[in-house]
T-cell receptor, first 113, second 115 residues
Framework: NAGVTQTPKFQVLKTGQSMTLQCAQDMNHEYMSWYRQDPGMGLRLIHYSVGAGITDQGEVPNGYNVSRSTTEDFPLRLLSAAPSQTSVYFC????????????FGPGTRLLVL | AQSVTQLGSHVSVSEGALVLLRCNYSSSVPPYLFWYVQYPNQGLQLLLKYTTGATLVKGINGFEAEFKKSETSFHLTKPSAHMSDAAEYFCAVSDRGQAGTALIFGKGTTLSVSS
């Protein structure tokens, strides 16, 4: 089992560019989520999904888009990158609920210039 | 909305000393409670969690936490710190039942261990 994988590990973007952060899990988990981590702010929930075809917004969804076409994949799209989106992004998954143990990916470090 | 407060953004202890990291939650209905640890340049991993039953929860690496409903607290402790415990620790909460669609994290406490 690879667990939760994220690509790329590091990315530099210019303001206004778009990109997709990839997240995949091979544990057949229904629940997947995206967080951003900023110094002194902890982890803040961006979007989450309780199963294929079902997504919802978290605490800080503006500027981000998600879709869940398969159980395995949960990509995060930045529509028009802004410097405020410079952060470390973590994807996580659990069997079928937020209350269960979350398994985190290694993170994607994003720098927006 | 559910929230969690971690008192102290940075805690420093000597090797062998007691570790105490504080966490308080806001809900009047006890939520599910978690402690996660993040080592440098890595993702988070679960230390322990409280769902129901025994209020003293034992986790990995010698850590434990006690759920105290009267104090709305879930403090993390370890009797004797080790250099390898240096990391960032996050307390997290999730509502019970169908309302628990999200895991809400505190802002984190960085633990430093000196020899």
């Amino acid at each position: 089992n690879a667990g939760v994988t994220q690509t790329p590990k590091f990315q530099v973007l210019k303001t206004g560019q778009s990109m997709t952060l990839q997240c995949a899990q091979d544990m057949n988990h229904e629940y997947m989520s995206w967080y951003r981590q900023d110094p002194g702010m902890g982890l803040r929930l961006i979007h989450y999904s309780v199963g294929a075809g079902i997504t919802d917004q978290g605490e800080v969804p503006n500027g981000y888009n998600v879709s869940r076409s398969t159980t395995e994949d949960f990509p995060l799209r930045l529509l028009s990158a802004a410097p405020s989106q410079t952060s470390v992004y973590f994807c996580a998954s659990s069997y079928n609920r937020a209350q269960e143990t979350q398994y985190f990916g290694p993170g994607t470090r994003l720098l927006v210039l | 909305a559910q929230s969690v407060t971690q008192l102290g953004s940075h805690v420093s202890v000597s090797e062998g000393a007691l570790v105490l990291l504080r966490c308080n939650y806001s809900s009047s209905v006890p939520p599910y409670l978690f402690w996660y640890v993040q080592y440098p340049n890595q993702g988070l991993q679960l230390l322990l969690k409280y769902t129901t039953g025994a209020t003293l929860v034992k986790g990995i690496n010698g850590f434990e936490a006690e759920f105290k409903k009267s104090e709305t607290s879930f403090h993390l402790t370890k009797p004797s710190a080790h250099m390898s415990d240096a990391a960032e620790y996050f307390c997290a909460v999730s509502d019970r039942g169908q309302a628990g669609t999200a895991l809400i994290f505190g802002k984190g406490t960085t633990l430093s261990v000196s020899s």
